[in-house]
């Protein structure tokens, strides 16, 4: 009889509508192609690609900006005061 309940349980679940995946597929254009795939060879022939003057100084912009995250992220995620704290240990009543 328990294997009753476990197989309509399991019906019913595979009916459940999910609004947050609908809501998902229906933001972009769900008729959109596919991007064309297109053979290595032919992407290795289709030349340098060139930056104009503003699109370099704004890739060096973002690469500043990328590197000073990096930098931060290096920083120690526990300062020293709290540190010697943890290092002293719990003391028992």
Known sequence: MWRVW???AAVLA???????V??????????AAFPELLPF???????????SETEDEALLARADALRGRA???????I????RD????GVTQP
């Open 41 to 51: 060879e032919d992407l290795l022939q289709a030349g340098d690609p060139r930056l």
């Open 22 to 31: 609908d809501a998902a597929l229906t933001e972009g254009n769900p008729d």
């Open 14 to 20: 595979g009916c459940t509508e999910f609004p947050e």
């Open 79 to 82: 300062d020293g005061q709290t």
């Open 85 to 88: 704290r943890m290092e002293d």
């Open 71 to 77: 930098d931060a992220l290096r920083a120690p995620v």
């Open 6 to 8: 476990i197989i309509t």
